[in-house]
């Protein structure tokens, strides 16, 4: 067991961020750290997400996951966040609950923590990298340390090559190099989380 507990984080409107999440929890665990995967408050009105039988579909399949909390924020030493691309930003969703941390960022409490980000977008163009980087600022506010993973495995490459992050696009299987990509990446930061933590 090593001395990370990581946090990892997603919004998901119809599952590929929870899929994404999932793989990640379970590679960061297999690399010995402590997770929590949890997912972000819904903030559209429940009309709307019943009203789309995929997003109503999704919604209860992930209902069992805890919501993340302002506690889960302080006890990680690590964070890993999943959000689909909106106009090249996180979804609403999530931006709301980075914007509920202002307590947290001003005590210090989120400083000096390992991070790193994933997204998805419908099209390969559609605002991938600029969704990560654009968590990526906010990170930097907070004093994190951004794990990224470059280009730092061969798998990064077969899957499409992005140093910033896992990008995944929409209706694309999640094969077995998308998996190979997310899991380097998720243990890349629990190895760089331990070295900050030691």
């Not at 951004?146 to 090559?161: K, L, N």
């Not at 929409?170 to 077995?176: F, Q, R, V, Y």
């Amino acid at each position: 067991m090593s001395n990370v507990r990581l946090a990892v984080i997603y919004y998901s409107t119809y599952g590929l961020n929870h899929r994404m999440a999932t793989l990640a929890a379970e590679a960061a665990r297999a690399a010995g750290a402590e997770v929590r995967l949890l997912r972000v408050a819904e903030t559209a009105p429940k009309e709307v997400v019943e009203g789309q039988d995929a997003w109503k579909a999704a919604a209860e399949k992930q209902s069992d996951i805890p919501v993340v909390s302002h506690d889960d924020m302080e006890w990680a030493n690590a964070y890993l966040f999943s959000s689909p691309t909106r106009y090249g930003n996180a979804t609403s969703q999530v931006r709301a609950f980075i914007d509920t941390l202002g307590g947290l960022w001003f005590q210090g409490k989120l400083a000096n923590k390992a991070v790193s980000a994933m997204t998805s977008a419908q099209n390969a163009h559609g605002g991938q990298e600029a969704t990560i980087l654009s968590l990526y600022t906010t990170f930097m506010h907070w004093g994190a340390v951004i794990v990224a993973p470059g280009y730092t495995d061969p798998s990064i490459f077969e899957a499409g090559g992005n140093p910033y992050g896992y990008s995944h696009s929409s209706g694309a299987e999640l094969d077995d190099k998308a998996k190979a990509a997310i899991a380097h990446q998720a243990k890349r930061l629990v190895e760089m989380a331990g070295k900050i933590a030691a």
